[in-house]
């Protein structure tokens, strides 16, 4: 099997004079290269430590993190590991320095020595990848939500990493922008090939995912695809997380007596489990 990332007994504690804080809880994690995982957990459960943990950022207290080989904890080969895992977080505005699209997008590159005609090559590549390119000599400050981080993205995306963790990408950003970012992922994940790791709070996010993880309290407490987790109703109840409202109304009703699968998240899908029960009625 093919690993892009390998967790390993980890374990991350914060530390300060009065108290420490254990945010993850001993996780063994393997991730697929050219896999889409998406991470579920409410606010507080370890997700963004997590995150940290995945590119170097943050060094496990406890266990390895292994990243295309590499150990995290090895300082000599600290840039090896950002080279291949990049990191997209919340903020839009943050993450964009340039002010003008293009030279926004060339500052990762730059950053790592690229010869300038590869820049411009990789530039245009990842502009077009997130369908941006033909902003490219816009003012980042004028585009919308959805915009700013499809420029973000393609900053990291003119990095050729392997692996993308984005750390609640869309929680800023309005339906359509939030609509856009998950296109431009599964975008890159199906056509360059790019391993997607994508923390969200959004159950409709995670639809089109591989595999879905969810966490809670430092400990993931369901893997699996996203019909297998979401499904169990019961469970994400339990640690306050919503479940899709499709899935929602299947458990509603068969708990009401229709002879119905609920192994659904889809709309479409959802349709035709209600138009069959109804008929067997
Ligand atoms: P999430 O991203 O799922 O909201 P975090 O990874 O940010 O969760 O936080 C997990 C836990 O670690 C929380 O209880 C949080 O309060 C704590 N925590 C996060 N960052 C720090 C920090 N810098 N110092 C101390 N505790 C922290
Ligand atoms: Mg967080």
């Given at each position: ?5 390998e ?77 291949r ?36 090559e ?9 369908g ?17 981080q ?26 359509k ?11 890159l ?23 879905v ?69």
């Open positions: 099997m093919d690993n892009i990332i967790l390993k007994n980890v374990t991350y504690s914060y530390t300060d004079e009065e108290s420490v804080h254990t945010a993850v809880k001993n996780i063994s994690l393997e991730i697929k290269r050219g896999s889409f995982t998406v991470i579920l957990g409410h606010n507080g459960s370890g997700k963004s430590t997590l995150a940290k943990l995945l590119n170097g950022l943050n060094k496990p207290t406890e266990g390895d993190v292994i990243v295309d080989g590499i150990n995290t904890k090895n300082e000599d080969t600290e840039i090896e590991v950002k080279r895992v990049g990191m997209v977080f919340q903020n839009p505005d943050n993450q964009l320095i340039a002010s003008i699209v293009e030279e926004d997008v060339a500052f990762g590159p730059e950053n790592l020595g690229i010869a300038p005609a590869e820049i411009r990789r530039v245009d590549d990842a502009l077009k990848a997130v941006m390119y033909e902003f490219r000599k816009s003012t980042p400050h004028r585009l919308s939500g959805g915009q700013k499809r420029v973000a993205i393609a900053g990291i995306i003119a990095m050729t990493p392997e692996c993308l963790v984005l750390d609640e990408p869309t929680a800023m950003l309005d339906p922008g939030r609509a856009e970012i998950i296109e431009t992922l599964i975008h994940n199906r056509e360059k090939m790019i391993t997607v790791i994508l923390i969200t709070h959004y159950m409709e996010e995670a639809e089109n995912a591989d595999r993880i969810i966490m809670n309290d430092g400990e993931i407490i369901d893997d699996g695809t996203p019909k297998s987790v979401f499904c169990n109703v019961k469970k994400l109840k339990e640690v306050g997380l919503d479940v899709p409202q499709t899935t929602e109304l299947l458990y509603a009703l068969k708990q009401n007596g229709f002879n119905i699968d609920t192994n659904i998240i889809s709309i479409d899908e959802t349709v035709n489990a209600i138009k069959s029960a109804l008929e067997e009625k």
